[in-house]
DNA sequence: ACCCAGGCATTGG
DNA sequence: CCAATGCATGGG
C-alpha cells in the first residue's frame, strides 16, 4: 500500500477543509472523500490512511507535493506548547488538533489564485478561479492542472474579463504571465527580500505578498497584514485587541499558524 | 435594489 | 504622507 507517513498529530479532514469551505476547487478537487490534484501529467489521489494518507500515484514526483499540500513542514508539536500561554490559541489548537494549514504548492498559482481573491468574498473568488482553471487549465481525470504561465499568454484582456476578472485584474493576471522572474528562486529568500521584489510587480501587494510567504512558502512568521477575515477574526477572539497589524508581535514566531487557527477557528466557530 | 466580502493602483490633496 | 475612488462577482 503506498501510504505516505504525515507528523503526527494530522487530520486530514481539518487540514483540507479550506478546499471544500467555499465551493469546489478544480485544482484541489475533493471526489468521494479524497482529494485529488494534478502533479505533472498525472492526477494524484490522495485519502485518508493510519498514519498519514494513501497516496496514488506515489513516487519522487509526487511525493514532495502532497507533503506540501499538506502542511507536513509545520512543527505542530513547538507552535501548540507554545500556544499553552494564550488562552484563546490554548482553546483553538486543543478544538483543531491535527489541522495542518493546507499550502499552495505552485508559486505562479498562488500568486493567480491571490489576485483573484483581492477584495471580493471567498465564493466569488472561487467561482472566477474556477472558471480560468477551466478555460485555461488542463484536465486530467477529475481535477485540472492549474494554468501555466505559458499557457496564460494565450489569454486576452477579453477573455479574462468573460470570466469575470475586472478589467484592473485581467491586466495583473496577463502582467504576471510575461513576467520573466524566477518565482522559484524567491524560496531562497529571507522573508523580507521575498516581499519587496513581489510587491514591485503590478497587481501585487503586501496583502498579496504575506500570504505568499505563508501560504506557499510556510514562512513561521508572516502574518497577513490587511486581511478582512483576520482582522474579524482577531477582532472577535480578542475584544481587546488594537491595531491588527501590530496585534501579530502577540504570536512571535508562530504568526502563521496563528493565523491559520484563527481564521480556520471563527470558519468553524469553535 | 441594495450591501459587503480574506486589495490594489491611481489620483488628488 | 494620507484620503478618496473604481472595480466585478456571489451571497445575504
Not at 509545520?74 to 506548547?81: E, I, K, N, Q, S
Not at 507554545?82 to 489548537?93: E, F, H, I, M, Y
Not at 505562479?108 to 474556477?130: C, D, H, K, P, Y
Amino acid at each position: 500500500m503506498a501510504v505516505l507517513r504525515l507528523p503526527e498529530p494530522f487530520d486530514f479532514e481539518l487540514s483540507t477543509e479550506r478546499f471544500r469551505a467555499f465551493g469546489p476547487d478544480l485544482a484541489n478537487l475533493w471526489v468521494d472523500g479524497a482529494l485529488h490534484r494534478v502533479v505533472g501529467r498525472r492526477e494524484v489521489r490522495i485519502e485518508p490512511a493510519r498514519g498519514g494518507v494513501r497516496v496514488e500515484p506515489l513516487d519522487a514526483e509526487t511525493r514532495p507535493v502532497v507533503l506540501k499540500l499538506l502542511g507536513a513542514e509545520f512543527d505542530l508539536g513547538a507552535f501548540y506548547r507554545w500556544a499553552r500561554r494564550d488562552p484563546v490559541l490554548r482553546r483553538l489548537t486543543r478544538e483543531l488538533v491535527g489541522f495542518r494549514p493546507p499550502l499552495a504548492p505552485d508559486p505562479f498559482e498562488t500568486l493567480i489564485g491571490s489576485i483573484t481573491a483581492q477584495q471580493v468574498s471567498m465564493f466569488a473568488a472561487f467561482a472566477i478561479r474556477n472558471r480560468l482553471i477551466e478555460r485555461f487549465g488542463r484536465r486530467a481525470e477529475h481535477a485540472y492542472a492549474f494554468p501555466t504561465a505559458k499557457r496564460l499568454r494565450d489569454a486576452t484582456q477579453d477573455k479574462l474579463t468573460a470570466l469575470g476578472f475586472s478589467g484592473r485584474k485581467a491586466e495583473y493576471v496577463l502582467g504576471l504571465a510575461q513576467e520573466p522572474v524566477d518565482l522559484r528562486e524567491l524560496a531562497e529568500l529571507p522573508d523580507d527580500e521575498v516581499k519587496r521584489r513581489l510587491v514591485s510587480i503590478r497587481g501585487i501587494g503586501e496583502w498579496t505578498a504575506i500570504w505568499f510567504l505563508a501560504r506557499h512558502l510556510a514562512r513561521p512568521r508572516a502574518w497577513p497584514i490587511g486581511d478582512l477575515a483576520l482582522d474579524k477574526a482577531v477582532r472577535t477572539l480578542y475584544p481587546e485587541a488594537g491595531d491588527p497589524r501590530a496585534f501579530g508581535e502577540r504570536f512571535e514566531p508562530f504568526q502563521n499558524l496563528s493565523a491559520h487557527y484563527l481564521l480556520t477557528g471563527l470558519r468553524l466557530q469553535v
